[in-house]
Structure formats: structure tokens, C-alpha cells
């Protein structure tokens, strides 16, 4: 027996009123599976590969490629097994919950300022916050052409082998996206044009906009709406770091180049372990009051090659070791760089971190991203005079800002919050111990 359920729009952002739906990787008759990538859906900031999260099959598509629907339209009619209640037949597309639920309004993966990416190696003695780097587009495994059947119809149309493209979808996949590009593989054109890439930002059309410049808007829109609606106030510290960097660089020593943590990931755990002791900058202001999350969700700004931003945010990332924290924030920068982020990258961001160390710049002065009621800022970690023991010496050391909420918190409580997060990277055992067994990871 089975059960015919909507498969709809999710919401991909506080500020997300509508979606569009670009491709479609499935078609009627397939078979899907549990965390499945189905279709690509526009927003004004990024196209996101989108999931389902119930195993069935397609029994028919409703909103075909190129329109544009509000969130909760349905997109897709499923048939699962089994007698579902008749309450969840109709289900929302929407990543598996968190330990912290939405307070009234879904996801809001918007950007302050970028945290830069962290490479997939670096030197064993890190000096900056997380260096950023270019992740080329998924290499198409060999043997397999995978496309979906949009891109197929296009590369018909255009007298395109999509064997011979390179595919940018979800497994290395050529999407529609891939054909108008028409980048073609290396394998199968030994002398490629130079000039071949990914699609532009603009249509070309006189007073089209393109993604990048939408994501301009909506990032404006929404920090201006912080700025009129949020009274902020301020705080910043500087952290003496040597002790941790040292550690550091003692863990990393016998692990390899992909494998070693930079000091994004202790900077960005710092504040999840501060932000699950201080829960009055965890959460959000929402119809006058602040609610505190379940959870610790940090929001993670990423800049993109087109322009613009996005900002996944890690889920639970208190209760995840530094390697842990590591390996997520950089497959978040991967999937984010080559256009593959997932509708379960976009769980809600209970507060932000921003980095901009690798900029040179010596500080951050962050804009809060609504709901939530705080971002920390940090800047570059470098060598600065300091006394200790009544001498001045050259130590690595970061500046640490906090942009807070009055209406949640004021400058007395900011300034432990601020306080705690300075303990823990000048270097506390609980910035290495797991919070499950206590056990100590840099050994």
C-alpha cells in the first residue's frame, strides 16, 4: 500500500518569499531515495541543490523548469510506502531537523562579512585565520554520464554529446547549467578555449540583472533592515593565541596536508562552545522576545566566484571536535565555491562568525544577521607587541569583536560572553575535549 504525498518548495531563507525552479534531476517513474539531490532551485543568492527526504517514487512533476513559486507550493507528487497519516501526506521539503527548531520562520543562510574557506592543506605552522582557496568544479568519474534530462534535451537541441561536458551537478553531474556553459572535458578535447567557463553573472540583456547583482540586493535589503531594526551595540578584546597555535602545530605534525586544522576551525568552535554556555546569544528575537535554540548553529559566511554571498551554517557545532569542525566547514566551502550547495547545508543559524583574517584586515566590526542576536567577528592573527612579566614581547595574537542585540543582552553580559570566548582560545582543554566523553582530541 502507498501513500501519495506533495513534495514543495522549501524555504532556503528568512527572507525567501519564492523559488525557481531551474532543473529537475528527476522525471515520472524514477525511483528516489532518502537524500536524494532532485532539482535545482534559484534563489536571489545561490542555486541550491535541493532533496527529498522521503523514499517513493515520481508520480508526476507539477511545476516544470523556469517558474517560480512561493515557498510551500507543491513542486512534485510522491507515492511512498506505507499508510502515512493523512496529516503528513503532504510533507515540506525541508532538511532533518536540528536540536534547534526554527522559531517561527525557516532558515535564514544570509551573509554579514565572509569567512574566508580553509584550504585543503597549509603550512604546519598556521600565522593566518583560514586562507581562502578555489575549488574547481567536481571531476566526472570515468565511465559514468550522468545528466539530467533537461540537459539532455538542450544538448540535442544544440548538437552537444553531454559525455563531452563537464558536469557541475550533484556526483559530478551535467546539468543544464553545464550545457550553456559548454565547457568541455579535457579528456575529450585535448586544446580547450581558455575563454570556455561557467555561465556569466548577467544575462547579457540591456538592464538584466544576474545573480551576483541579486545577491547584492538581498544582502543589502536584509543589513539594512538590521540596522534600522536591531539596536547594536559593540564590544572587542584581543586574544593572545601562542599557547593554542603551538598546540596546534603540534597536532597537525603528524597528520597530512588534507588533513590539518587551521585556525578557523579552534577561532569558530571557540564561539560555539561560548555561545552553548552564554544561551542568551544563542537564538533569536522574534515577535519581541528572545527564544533561545536548542542547539548551536553557527552561520558561516562564504564569498563565491561569481559574487556575492552565501552562509551555510554548521549544525550542533559545539558538539563536534576540531578535525570534525574542520571537515564540515570545508565541504561547506566546496559545495558553496562550485554551486552545489544542499537544501541540508541551510539549517538555522542561531549565530555567526566572520573572518577575515586572511584579508590583512586587524578587525571586524560585524552587522547582526536577523533574527539572530549576535556575531563574532575576528581578524587577522598576527605577531603584535604584548607585556607579559613586565617585558614586551612579540606574540600571535587575533582581535575578537562582538556585535549583540541591546534589546537581548547588554555590555556587562556581552563582556563575558566576549571573556569566555578569550579563555578558551588562550588555551583552555575544552576547546580539544569532545563534550560527549571529555576525551582530548590533539594528542
Known amino acids: 500500500m502507498s501513500t501519495t504525498i506533495d513534495y514543495v518548495m522549501p524555504s532556503l531563507g528568512a527572507d525567501m518569499d519564492a523559488g525557481t525552479v531551474t532543473e529537475w534531476l528527476i522525471a515520472a517513474g524514477d525511483e528516489v531515495a532518502r537524500g536524494d539531490v532532485v532539482a535545482i532551485v534559484e534563489t536571489d543568492k545561490a542555486d541550491i541543490d535541493i532533496e527529498v527526504w522521503q523514499t517513493g517514487t515520481v508520480v508526476e512533476i507539477l511545476v516544470p523548469p523556469g517558474d517560480s513559486v512561493p515557498v510551500g507550493t507543491p513542486l512534485a507528487r510522491l507515492a511512498v510506502a506505507g499508510g502515512q497519516p493523512a496529516a503528513t501526506e503532504t510533507t515540506e521539503s525541508a532538511p532533518p531537523p536540528s536540536s534547534s527548531p526554527p522559531p517561527g520562520s525557516t532558515a535564514p543562510p544570509t ?116 540596522k534600522r531594526e536591531i539596536p547594536h551595540y559593540y564590544l572587542a578584546t584581543a586574544v593572545d593565541l601562542d599557547s593554542t597555535l603551538d598546540r596546534l602545530e603540534r597536532f597537525n605534525g603528524d597528520r597530512s596536508v588534507q588533513d ?22 544563542n537564538g533569536h528575537w522574534v515577535d519581541d522576545r528572545f527564544r533561545p535554540a536548542g542547539g548551536v548553529n553557527i552561520g558561516v559566511a562564504i564569498s563565491l566566484r561569481g559574487g556575492g554571498l552565501v552562509a551555510p551554517a554548521i549544525g550542533d557545532a559545539d558538539r563536534l571536535t576540531p578535525a570534525e569542525l574542520m571537515a564540515t566547514l570545508k565541504g561547506l566551502v566546496e559545495r558553496a565555491r562550485s554551486g552545489r550547495l544542499r537544501s541540508s547545508d541551510m539549517v538555522e543559524p542561531t549565530i555567526t562568525v566572520t573572518n577575515l583574517g586572511d584579508r590583512g584586515v586587524d578587525e571586524v566590526i560585524g ?55 578569550e579563555r578558551l582560545l588562550r588555551g583552555s582543554d575544552a576547546l580539544w575535549q569532545s563534550p560527549e566523553t571529555g576525551d582530548t582530541h590533539d594528542r
Open 111 to 226: 551573509e554579514p562579512s565572509p569567512v574566508e574557506s580553509p584550504p585543503s592543506g597549509g603550512p604546519v605552522r598556521p600565522v593566518t585565520a583560514g586562507p581562502a582557496v578555489e575549488t574547481p568544479p567536481p571531476a566526472p568519474q570515468p565511465g559514468r554520464h550522468r545528466a539530467s534530462p533537461l540537459a539532455r534535451r538542450l544538448a540535442a537541441e544544440r548538437g552537444l554529446a553531454v559525455e563531452n561536458l563537464v558536469g557541475t551537478g550533484p556526483d559530478g553531474a551535467v546539468v543544464a547549467r553545464d550545457v550553456e556553459a559548454g565547457a568541455v572535458r579535457p579528456d575529450t578535447r585535448p586544446d580547450p578555449d581558455p575563454g570556455v567557463g561557467r555561465p556569466a553573472t548577467t544575462t547579457g540583456r540591456p538592464g538584466a540583472v544576474g545573480p551576483a547583482e541579486r545577491g547584492r540586493l538581498a544582502i543589502a535589503a536584509l543589513m539594512s533592515r538590521s
Open 367 to 421: 552587522v547582526i544577521h536577523p533574527p539572530q542576536v549576535a556575531l563574532v567577528g575576528f581578524g587577522s592573527i598576527a605577531a603584535r607587541p604584548l607585556v607579559v612579566d613586565g617585558r614586551v614581547v612579540a606574540r600571535r595574537q587575533v582581535n575578537a569583536t562582538l556585535a549583540a542585540d541591546h534589546r537581548a543582552t547588554d555590555g556587562q553580559v556581552g563582556a563575558r560572553f566576549l571573556n569566555t570566548i
Open 260 to 281: 590539518r586544522v587551521l585556525p578557523a576551525a579552534l577561532l569558530t568552535r571557540a564561539v560555539a562552545l561560548a555561545a552553548a554556555k552564554h544561551q542568551e546569544f
